[in-house]
C-alpha cells in the first residue's frame, strides 16, 4: 500500500524547494525588491489569508471557485488563501494608507496560491514580487513601472526579454462608441479571444477581426492601429503604446496583441507581459487598474508582478559564494576572516569530515587557502 504521508509526498501543486535553488529564490526576491525599492517604492506585506469576500470583490482577479478557500474554525468565517497581492496593496492603500498623499509607491513580495495552476506547469504556489503606484494610470506611471520591472529583471540576470503589449479595454471602448456591436460583448470577446475571424464575422462584427490583424511587431502593429477608422478614440491609446515601446525597446523585443485579455482580468487601458529567453511562461506582467475606495469611489493605479520561480528554474540566481573547509582546531578568528571576506565557511567536527564530504572547493591548511 502506498502511504504518501511517510513517504513525504506533497499535494499535487505544491513542492519544496532544495538547496541551492532555495537559496536563488532568496536571492532573487532580494535582488528584485532592491531594485524597487530604489526607486522609491516602499515595502508592505499583507497576510497570506484574508476573507473570502475581500479578495473576491476588491478586484475581479480572483473567482471564488479559483481560490483555496476553508471556514476559520475559530470565527466560522470564510477565508482564503491569496492568489494575488495586488488586490491587498489595494485594500492596504485605500483603508490604512488612504491618508497618505498620492502617488503611493508600494512594494510586496511573498507566496501567493491558487485552485489551479496560474503559470504554465503545475505548480499551485508561486512566489510573486511586485510594484504598484496608487494614484496614477497616466502614461507617465505606467512607463516607471514598466522600466523599473525589466531593469530589475536584468539585474536579476535575465536577458533576451520580450514584452507583450495590450489593449485590456479595448473592445468595450470600441463597443461602446466607434464601432457599435448588435452581439453580445462576452460573445465578442470570446471569439477575439480565440482569434477567431469567422466567429466575429458570424456576430456581425467583421471588422473587430482588424484588431487580430493588427497584432504582431510593434512598429507594423501601430501602422496598422493608426490605420484604423477608429474617429479618433484610440487616439491616446495610440499614443500611449508609442510611449511605451519606447521604453520598453532599449531593453526587450516589443510586441502588440490589442485584444489579448488572458490574465489582464482586471487591467484597465493598458497590459504588458514581459517573456525572457530559457524562461518558461510569462516571467511578469502589469499594467493599469482601478482600486475601490470604501465609500465606493474608484481610484487610478499601475503595477507590475514578477514570478520568481521560473527565474529559479531557468539556473538564476544561483549563488556563487565559494564554499571552504575549515579543519578541525582551526583559529576561530580565521574562519570569521573569511566570512568577512564572503566566503562561506563548513568548519569539520571529527577527522571524519572532509572537504570532499562537506561539498568545498577550497581548503585551509595551515592557515593558507587552498583550491581543490
Ligand atoms: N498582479 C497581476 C499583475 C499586476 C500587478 N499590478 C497590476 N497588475 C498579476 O499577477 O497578474
Redo the contacts with the bound molecule.
Keep these: 500500500m502506498t502511504d504518501p504521508i511517510s513517504k513525504g509526498l506533497l499535494p499535487e501543486g505544491f513542492r519544496d524547494r532544495l538547496p541551492p535553488q532555495a537559496e536563488a529564490a532568496a536571492d532573487l526576491l532580494r535582488t528584485l525588491l532592491d531594485r524597487v525599492s530604489a526607486h522609491g517604492y516602499e515595502r508592505v506585506s499583507p497576510p497570506l489569508v484574508e476573507f473570502e469576500d475581500s479578495l473576491v470583490t476588491r478586484l475581479s482577479?480572483a473567482r471564488p471557485q479559483d481560490l483555496l478557500r476553508f471556514v476559520d474554525p475559530l470565527s466560522q468565517h470564510s477565508l482564503a488563501l491569496r492568489p494575488?497581492?495586488?488586490a491587498q496593496v489595494g485594500r492596504i492603500a485605500t483603508t490604512r494608507m488612504a491618508h497618505i498623499p498620492r502617488p503611493l509607491r508600494l512594494a510586496y513580495g511573498g507566496p501567493v496560491l491558487r485552485v489551479r495552476p496560474a503559470q504554465v506547469g503545475p505548480q499551485r504556489e508561486a512566489m510573486?514580487m511586485?510594484a504598484?503606484l496608487i494614484g496614477s494610470d497616466h502614461v507617465d506611471a505606467v512607463a516607471e513601472l514598466l522600466g523599473i520591472a525589466l531593469e530589475a529583471l536584468a539585474a536579476a540576470g535575465l536577458s533576451d526579454m520580450s514584452v507583450d503589449l495590450t489593449l485590456p479595454d479595448l473592445v468595450g471602448t470600441l463597443a461602446g462608441g466607434p464601432w457599435p456591436i448588435t452581439a453580445a460583448l462576452a460573445d465578442m470577446q470570446t471569439a477575439l479571444d480565440g482569434k477567431d475571424a469567422a466567429a466575429l464575422n458570424a456576430l456581425g462584427a467583421a471588422r473587430y477581426g482588424t484588431l487580430i490583424e493588427a497584432a504582431g511587431p510593434a512598429d507594423a502593429a501601430l501602422a496598422r492601429l493608426k490605420a484604423l477608422d477608429t474617429a479618433g478614440a484610440l487616439d491616446t491609446r495610440i499614443a500611449g503604446l508609442e510611449r511605451l515601446v519606447a521604453t520598453a525597446a532599449p531593453h526587450a523585443a516589443v510586441t502588440i496583441d490589442p485584444t489579448e485579455r488572458h490574465?489582464?482580468e482586471?487591467?484597465t487601458w493598458i497590459?504588458f507581459s514581459v517573456f525572457a529567453e530559457g524562461v518558461r511562461g510569462e516571467v511578469?506582467?502589469?499594467?493599469?487598474?482601478l482600486v475601490r475606495h470604501p465609500g465606493g469611489s474608484e481610484e487610478a493605479?499601475?503595477?507590475?508582478?514578477l514570478?520568481v520561480d521560473g527565474l529559479v528554474d531557468a539556473g538564476l540566481g544561483a549563488s556563487r559564494r565559494r564554499r571552504v573547509f575549515v579543519p578541525l582546531g582551526t583559529d576561530a578568528a580565521l574562519g570569521a576572516k573569511l566570512r568577512a571576506e564572503g566566503w562561506t565557511t563548513l568548519a569539520a567536527f571529527t577527522d571524519a569530515d572532509t572537504p570532499t564530504r562537506l561539498r568545498c572547493e577550497y581548503a585551509l591548511k595551515d592557515g593558507e587557502l587552498l583550491k581543490l
Design positions: 482577479s494575488d497581492i495586488t510573486q511586485g504598484e490574465g489582464f482586471y487591467q497590459g511578469g506582467r502589469g499594467g493599469t487598474y493605479a499601475v503595477g507590475f508582478s514570478y
